[in-house]
């Protein structure tokens, strides 16, 4: 077994900081979206060289995969750490002296503290090489596309034993790390209605079939499907987030479009919830002589940490904000995360980052003013370093 010394050097990690500062300002100043990250990438590849580790890019559309060596025999394990790189749509209003500089663009999800943390654990697994050897995985688009498909797709995953990743939130304060076995985030998916009326003069609705109307009973309606069918103790959530209709006040709209988002935690609820919005969309339809079609999308699964991985980053999470630090959850989040299909493939452990000082006001993420306490950042670098000693230590003995 290989020898440790501690993992966790607090004056590495303070001389450091300021560097990841820099980084993480950077990254914040400059959001790029899904699929388009190519300065992102580059920024990350430039740190990788400054750090000599090696790495391969996948291009426009693809990650950044940085490879530490480590103390590397033959057959040594390999784990993965995992960040993403994408920002969101959406104008920033946090004020900051670094706030996004592209109209339209923001780290409203904090993936730049992502990519940073990752960056400064791979600073600190360069200092001191652990037992085997790490993958670091910056993929694209977290947020919309699945990013992580590209990076499983690509087949730089072969061989690795388990993959880590988490996420910054103001659900915590900074010093604690949230950690927890089994389902973490919800199913999510989405679904598209179109109502079909006929459209006519506003003052004569006889001659009509208001798609206005049934859009109004449809958005009630579909509540009820989590309000008085699910059990209440089975998590669950339909949000319509988007109405479209109408093109005049006097004038009675020919259809209509809803677009919202399901999130379940069992497939059972998921199942019911799909079925009843189909009930619900012929029942309407039939009821006001209209047509209407339902279209769901599969949206990401559910994140699932496996125990003993769990169990590792219980450890790693123990060894940087001590066990008062960490943090058991109460619920599993209705977020989801793309996360979820590494977790398909091979067994690994989701956390959360406490993001937020006590005095510091709430606020949720993708929100235009989200930031974060950048406290977090070496809480996150240090937690990633110790996480892959923890992992492969294990992994090393057999
Ligand atoms: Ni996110």
Redo the contacts with the bound molecule.
């Keep these: 077994m290989a020898k440790q010394k501690a993992i966790i050097d607090q004056a590495l990690i303070d001389k450091l900081f300021p560097h990841w500062l820099e980084i993480r300002r950077d990254l914040h100043r400059h959001p790029e979206l899904a699929f388009e990250e190519v300065e992102t990438a580059r920024k990350i590849m430039a740190e990788l060289d400054r750090l000599q580790i090696p790495y391969e890019y996948q291009g426009k559309g693809g990650g950044v995969i940085g490879r530490i060596t480590g103390k590397a025999s033959a057959h040594v394990p390999i784990i993965a750490l995992r960040a993403?790189m994408d920002a969101l749509p959406g104008t920033e209003t946090s004020g900051l002296p670094f706030a996004s500089e592209f109209p339209g663009k923001m780290h409203a999800?904090?993936?730049d503290a992502h990519v940073t943390m990752v960056l400064g654990a791979a600073a600190l697994l360069q200092e001191n090489p652990p037992p085997g050897q790490v993958l670091l995985v910056f993929q694209p688009a977290?947020?919309s596309g699945g990013g992580a498909r590209v990076i499983i797709k690509s087949g730089v995953l072969e061989g690795v034993r388990a993959i880590f990743g988490g996420?910054v939130t103001h659900h915590y304060r900074v010093g604690e790390i949230m950690v927890a076995e089994g389902v973490i985030t919800a199913q999510s998916d989405s679904f598209t209605i179109h109502i079909h009326g006929r459209g006519g003069h506003g003052a004569r609705p006889h001659e009509a079939i208001d798609a206005v109307v049934i859009a109004g009973f449809l958005i009630t309606a579909v509540q009820t499907l989590v309000s008085r069918e699910t059990d209440p103790l089975h998590p669950s959530v339909i949000t319509i987030g988007q109405v479209e209709a109408g093109s005049a006040p006097n004038v009675i709209a020919e259809s209509a479009v809803l677009r919202g988002s399901l999130r379940t935690t069992l497939p059972q609820v998921r199942r019911h919830l799909h079925r009843g919005l189909r009930r619900m969309v012929k029942a309407l339809a039939e009821l006001h002589g209209a047509e209407i079609d339902l279209q769901i999308r599969e949206g990401y699964p559910p994140v699932i940490n496996s125990p003993a991985e769990t169990d590792i980053a219980r450890r790693a999470a123990v060894e940087v904000v001590g066990e008062k630090g960490v943090m058991a959850m109460e619920y599993p989040s209705m977020g989801s995360?793309d996360f979820a299909f590494y977790l398909q493939k091979l067994p690994g452990c989701y956390v959360r980052f406490g993001a937020r000082k006590q005095e510091e006001e709430y606020i949720p993420?993708h929100s235009p003013a989200f930031d974060i306490n950048e406290g977090v950042l070496k809480v996150g670098a240090a937690y990633f370093a110790a996480v892959a000693w923890e992992a492969l230590k294990r992994y090393e003995g057999g």
Excluded: A, M, R, T
């Design positions: 993403d999800c904090g993936h977290e947020e996420h995360e993420l």
